[in-house]
């Protein structure tokens, strides 16, 4: 099956600092890549949607400046996290759709952000 | 807007029972897909079962199964003879075609005893 690499799976940064984390699609090309939050015990709430070679699509409410997007290829799109602080704090998921198709939607393993 | 509803925060079952998972939906569209992914303590997203709104014969794969009544807007997961390795978050998920947007419920915890 497909694969979507993430990374890192976990990081912690001091506050005021940025962190990049990386979603791969290993084996196929995906034109739309979607970043996910994760608090605990809740659902996944979508936060952007990544279109490769344009600018990324934010969900209402969530800061542009703030969690940068990047989709610079078929097969990689970054997520930023700017001047984080500890409310940042979160589980980031990204997952990626199959190019010609709809509904295969592959995701990644996620990362841990910690912001002291 | 889609919305997904999960009434059930929890459920159990005991090993190598039956469990169904219900899901409630709303959308406006006629042409959508719908998804339970299953997420185990590692966190790793799994699709679990998929359905096309537009067949009527109900997905299986498996143990896992889905009684999906279009009228109702409802899609469920019945899990067969469960296994320890069941045991995870659920997300029943809906996706409208034409759409990027994967909509999930806010899940269902299940355990499954020995």
């Known amino acids: 099956g497909a694969v979507v690499s993430q990374h890192p799976s976990w990081v912690i940064c001091k506050s005021g600092t940025s962190v990049k984390i990386e979603c791969r699609s290993l084996?196929?090309?995906?034109?739309?890549m979607f970043w996910y939050r994760q608090f605990p015990k809740q659902s996944l709430m979508l936060m952007a949607t990544?279109?490769?070679?344009?600018?990324?699509?934010?969900e209402q409410g969530v800061e542009k400046d703030k969690f940068l997007i990047n989709h610079a290829s078929l097969t990689l799109s970054t997520l930023t996290v700017t001047s984080a602080h500890p409310e940042d704090s979160s589980f980031y998921i990204c997952?990626?759709?199959?190019?010609?198709?709809?509904?295969?939607?592959?995701f990644g393993s996620g990362t841990q952000l910690s912001v002291l | 807007a889609q919305t997904v509803t999960q009434s059930q925060p929890e459920m159990s079952v005991q090993e190598a029972e039956t469990v169904t998972l219900s899901c409630t939906y709303d959308?406006?569209?006629?042409?959508?897909?719908l998804f339970w992914y299953k997420q185990p303590p590692s966190r790793q997203m799994i699709l679990v079962i998929r359905?096309?709104?537009?067949?009527?014969q109900n997905a299986t794969e498996n143990r896992f199964s889905v009684n999906f009544q279009k009228a109702a807007k409802s899609f469920s997961l019945k899990i067969s003879d469960s296994q320890l390795g069941d045991a995870a978050m659920y997300f029943c998920?809906?996706?409208?075609?034409?759409?990027?947007?994967?909509?999930f419920g806010k899940g269902t915890k299940l355990t499954v005893n020995p």
């Open positions: 997952s990626a759709r199959e190019f010609g198709t709809n509904e295969k939607l592959f």
């Open positions: 084996d196929f090309q995906a034109t739309t």
């Open positions: 990544s279109n490769e070679g344009s600018k990324a699509t934010y």
């Open positions: 959308t406006s569209e006629s042409d959508y897909y």
């Open positions: 359905q096309e709104a537009y067949k009527q």
């Open positions: 998920s809906v996706l409208q075609g034409g759409s990027e947007k994967l909509v």
